[in-house]
């Protein structure tokens, strides 16, 4: 047993940090570009296109994301209901392929 417990702190050593972390956001490219879609997917449902929002009762395809895409970089309306945070994941959202 006495010869394990150097092996054990050893690895443990070795092991990745990451693998180690806790929370809702990792560093993992893939996981990165998951959450931002998810995040622009929620904003842009709970901001821009419910009920009492700019973009109630518009359909969502790849011609009117082209507008909207366009919208989000300057400012206007769109642009101001969102955090710069959600304006970024709602862009990578937007470009998707539907």
Do not use: H
Request: overall charge neutral; glycine content about 6%.
């Amino acid at each position: 047993m006495k010869q394990l417990i150097p092996f054990i702190f050893i690895a443990l050593a070795c092991t990745s940090s990451s693998a180690f972390a806790s929370g809702s956001y990792s560093i993992s490219g893939g996981d990165q570009a998951n959450q931002a879609y998810n995040l622009g997917k929620s904003a842009f449902y709970r901001k821009l296109a419910c009920a009492g929002c700019p973009l109630a009762g518009q359909e969502l395809n790849e011609s009117n994301a082209t507008e909207w895409l366009t919208q989000l970089s300057q400012a206007n309306e769109l642009s101001q209901k969102l955090s710069t945070t959600e304006r970024d994941a709602v862009i990578v959202y937007l470009k998707t392929p539907l």
